[in-house]
C-alpha cells in the first residue's frame, strides 16, 4: 500500500533549501521549481506556506532537486529563463540567459535612441535573448543575430514565435563573421570568454551548460580576437560594437579596441559593480 507524504510547503521548501546548499541560490532555485511544479507563480507559492503539499507534487519536487543537485541550470529543468522582464525558452544546449547580460541590452536601447541606430546583430546569440528583446523594445529596429550551434537557431525561432517578436527579425547559422553582409550599425556579442581551464573546472563540477558556449580558449579571449578587428569593417561610420566578457578582461580588451582604431572606448559595469561589457565605436 502507498503511504502517502504530508508536507506542507514550507517544509518542503526548507527542506529542499537545506539539500541545494551549494546550489549558489537555494531558496530561489526551491521556489522557483516548486512553483512550476504546481503550475503557480512563485509569489503564491510564498503567500502558501501553510498549506498542505499534496503528495504528487512532493514526489516530483524530490526528482526536481535531485537533478538540481546534480548540476542541471534551473532553466533547463522548468523550460526557461526571465531575462529583461520576459521569459526565454532555453534547452540543454544552450546558454542559460544571466541576469548581468542585461546591462549590455539597456545600454544598446541608449545608444540606439541616442544615434539613431536602425540595423543591429546580434553575434553568438544563444537563445535570442539580446537580438529578440532589442526587437521587442524597439519593433521597427533591423536586428539580426547569428550563431554556430544549431539547437541556438530552434531556440531563437522558438523564442521569436512565442515572444511575437517581429518576423524580420532573422537568425543566420554561421560561425562568427564570415557570411555577414553590413553595414550594421551596431553589433552586439556575449561571446564563450571563460578560459579552458575555468571552462574544464566547471565540466568537472557537473555544469551542464555546453562547453561551445562557455570555453573561450586559454585566456578566454579566443573569439574577441576575432571579433574586435573583423566586426569594424562591418560597421557604418559611428556605428557601435559591444562585447561582454569578464571583468580581468577587460583591459585586454581595450587594447585590442585601441589596436583596431575603434574611438569613444568605455567599459560598464553590472549588477554587482564588476566590469562587464565594453563598447567601442567606428570612427
Known amino acids: 500500500m502507498k503511504v502517502e507524504t504530508f508536507m506542507t510547503i514550507r517544509e518542503a521548501l526548507m527542506e529542499a533549501s537545506v539539500q541545494l546548499e551549494n546550489s549558489g541560490s537555494p531558496w530561489l532555485d526551491a521556489t522557483v521549481l516548486l512553483s512550476h511544479i504546481c503550475g503557480q507563480r512563485r509569489e503564491l507559492i510564498l503567500a502558501s506556506f501553510p498549506d498542505d503539499l499534496c503528495d504528487e507534487h512532493y514526489q516530483e519536487f524530490i526528482k526536481i532537486i535531485k537533478l538540481r543537485r546534480e548540476g542541471h541550470p534551473v532553466a533547463y529543468l522548468t523550460g526557461k529563463k526571465e531575462f529583461f522582464g520576459r521569459d526565454f525558452w532555453v534547452r540543454e544546449g544552450i546558454l542559460c540567459p544571466r541576469p548581468d547580460t542585461e546591462i549590455l541590452v539597456e545600454e544598446a536601447l541608449s545608444l540606439i535612441e541616442n544615434r539613431h541606430y536602425n540595423r543591429i546583430h546580434d553575434l553568438c546569440t544563444g537563445s535570442g535573448c539580446i537580438a529578440l528583446s532589442l526587437a521587442l523594445e524597439e519593433p521597427k529596429l533591423r536586428v539580426s543575430a547569428s550563431d554556430i550551434s544549431v539547437h541556438s537557431e530552434e531556440v531563437f525561432y522558438k ?59 586559454a ?17 557604418s561610420q559611428g556605428g557601435c560594437l559591444m562585447i561582454e566578457a569578464a571583468s580581468s578582461q577587460m583591459e585586454k580588451m581595450k587594447e585590442l ?14 549588477l554587482a559593480y564588476r566590469d562587464r561589457v565594453i563598447v567601442g565605436i567606428k570612427p
Do not use: C, H
Open 257 to 270: 579596441m585601441k589596436k583596431a582604431e575603434y574611438t569613444e572606448i568605455r567599459i560598464l559595469q553590472d
Open 219 to 235: 585566456d578566454g579571449l579566443d573569439l574577441i580576437r576575432i571579433i574586435i578587428p573583423e566586426a569594424l569593417p562591418l560597421l
Open 159 to 217: 523564442n521569436r514565435e512565442t515572444l511575437q517578436s517581429p518576423p524580420q527579425t532573422e537568425f543566420i547559422r554561421t560561425s562568427l563573421l564570415e557570411t555577414l553582409k553590413g553595414p550594421f550599425d551596431m553589433i552586439v556579442s556575449n561571446p564563450p570568454y571563460l578560459t579552458t581551464d575555468e571552462t574544464v573546472d566547471r565540466m568537472k563540477d557537473g555544469w551542464k551548460e555546453p562547453s561551445l558556449a562557455l570555453d573561450g580558449g
